[in-house]
């Protein structure tokens, strides 16, 4: 059975690897033309902290780092619109931490081909509360909105009735959603990942589609709060009922894109899938 160890002491310094990983978006988009995606907002997230970090790796390391996380990035980018322009309204990303898509892809969408659909498509961010009260205050100070249908949820996705929250901030479950969970599968259990998969699926219509990265067996570990890994994620997804997926090795994708990752990313997965069936959560 799950308990409060989701948001335990080890898992307390995930807004800082946020704030890591909203640094290597920054420098990203320093690259200016060759960058994978432009985003503007990483830079105000990024700190002493964050600085420190980066300028303790080695410039083939760090460089390294950039190249796993623009890949990530691009990939979820051209997936999410792919989603959307399919028709799917609903964006549902998990542990989102300093994720800033709602108002990045919300810019990039433009006016004139989403006109009428920015103004449907929903996007709810699940994640602590630590972690919204940083990044809220962080965007009010530059002064962004989005044009999407922006909510924030509180929650312990191993713990907390998702369909519910979800439900209560206008979510429909009738109706195909987009779930992203990016460098989140790793910080759980894999007995929490089966309760917090299983919610998914009952809080999904069919058709829905997820996105994940997932950690595998020669990922090497950035912190000690890895908890999870498999080689088989397609195998793992299947078991809740999503299926008809794809999967990529994230340093291949970043070497045929022209990038070198190094040996920092290898078995990195990077996977999609449909839910084909249904699950009943027992929360």
């Not at 946020?18 to 830079?43: N, P, W, Y």
């Not at 998914?200 to 997820?210: D, Y």
């Amino acid at each position: 059975m799950a308990t409060d160890s989701h948001h335990d002491e080890s898992r307390s310094s995930v807004p800082l690897t946020a704030i890591a990983v909203a640094h290597l978006r920054a420098l990203e988009t320093s690259k200016g033309e060759k960058a994978f995606f432009k985003d503007e907002l990483a830079q105000h997230f990024c700190n002493p902290l964050s600085d420190a970090w980066a300028n303790s790796q080695s410039d083939e390391l760090r460089e390294h780092w950039v190249t796993g996380i623009a890949t990530r990035t691009l990939r979820i980018d051209q997936e999410i619109n792919q989603g959307l322009e399919k028709g799917i309204n609903q964006v549902i990303v998990v542990g989102a931490g300093l994720d800033c898509r709602a108002w990045r892809l919300a810019q990039e969408l433009g006016k004139q081909r989403f006109e009428k659909q920015k103004q449907r498509i929903k996007w709810f961010e699940i994640d602590f509360p630590e972690v919204f009260a940083f990044k809220d205050d962080v965007l009010k100070r530059v002064g962004v909105k989005t044009e999407f249908e922006y909510h924030q949820i509180t929650a312990n996705v191993a713990i907390d009735n998702l369909l519910v929250k979800l439900q209560e901030k206008g979510h429909d479950a009738t109706k195909p959603s987009i779930w992203l969970l990016e460098g989140f599968v790793g910080y759980l259990t894999e007995t929490e990942l089966n309760q917090a998969l299983t919610q998914f699926s009952s809080s999904s219509a069919l058709g829905s589609k997820i996105i994940a990265t997932v950690p595998g067996s020669k990922f090497p570990p950035p912190t000690k709060m890895q908890r999870f890994c498999t080689d088989k994620p397609l195998e793992w997804l299947s078991t809740f009922g999503w299926s008809n997926g794809t999967i990529e090795d994230l340093s291949q994708t970043a070497v045929r894109l022209g990038r070198n990752p190094g040996q920092l990313w290898n078995t990195y997965w990077f996977v999609t899938a449909f839910l084909v069936k249904k699950q009943n959560s027992k929360l």
